[in-house]
């Protein structure tokens, strides 16, 4: 993943630059294995932001949308992000996340599916509670509080690993993931007054 850090470090001088950047809770991110990274989701550039928080590569579910521009899509695949059809089950976008996860990689999740300004728990989907679970993976909640205003500042509470091992042997239903996915956005979001 050369060109992954190559690009890290050059946007992390141009961020840093136009942000103020503050991360709490690094010491939270394990320097090696799978996990999830779920965040909140309030601007086109959380990814960017928490690719420049997390010392290993990310690879993130985008939207399929930003794959129609040629350009644009090689470069954010060369990146390591892979599409997903919002509007429905993508099996295919699922088996690219159980593939990172199964290489111990970080996959880089917004549970709420799409940017949000206020906190609403029926936004929250089913599948990432269903991913983690299939995944036998962790999740690390993050929550991103910022306006992108030029020379504002960017805050990126890290939080700690959440585990799953209770999950992981029994049959569950659309209900008991969707039940998972709602804990998990409610760890991030009590990130918020840390």
């Known amino acids: 993943m050369y060109f992954y850090k190559a690009v890290r470090i050059f946007v992390s001088i141009i961020f840093r630059i136009i942000f103020r950047?503050?991360?709490?809770?690094?010491?939270?991110?394990?320097?090696?294995?799978?996990?999830?990274l779920c965040s909140n989701h309030i601007s086109i550039l959380d990814p960017i932001i928490l690719a420049i928080a997390i010392p290993r590569p990310v690879h993130f579910m985008a939207k399929k949308e930003l794959f129609n521009n040629r350009f644009l899509g090689k470069l954010i695949s060369m990146l390591g992000a892979f599409p997903v059809d919002r509007s429905g089950s993508d099996l295919s976008a699922i088996r690219s996340s159980?593939?990172?996860?199964?290489?111990?990689?970080?996959?880089?999740?917004?549970?709420?599916?799409?940017?949000?300004?206020?906190?609403?728990?029926?936004?929250?989907?089913?599948?990432?509670?269903?991913?983690?679970?299939?995944?036998?993976?962790?999740?690390?909640?993050?929550?991103?509080?910022?306006?992108?205003?030029?020379?504002?500042?960017?805050?990126?509470?890290?939080?700690?690993?959440?585990?799953?091992?209770?999950?992981?042997?029994?049959?569950?239903?659309?209900?008991?993931?969707?039940?998972?996915?709602?804990?998990?956005?409610?760890?991030?979001?009590?990130?918020?007054?840390?």
Request: with cysteine.
């Open 21 to 36: 950047i503050r991360i709490q809770g690094k010491d939270n991110i394990p320097r090696g294995g799978r996990f999830i």
């Open 98 to 194: 159980l593939r990172v996860l199964k290489d111990e990689g970080i996959l880089g999740m917004f549970p709420e599916g799409t940017r949000v300004k206020e906190f609403n728990m029926d936004t929250v989907k089913p599948g990432i509670g269903m991913i983690a679970i299939k995944g036998n993976s962790p999740v690390i909640p993050v929550y991103i509080d910022s306006k992108y205003n030029i020379l504002g500042r960017v805050d990126i509470k890290i939080g700690k690993l959440i585990c799953f091992d209770e999950y992981y042997d029994q049959r569950l239903s659309t209900k008991d993931y969707g039940e998972i996915s709602k804990n998990i956005m409610q760890s991030i979001y009590l990130l918020r007054d840390i």
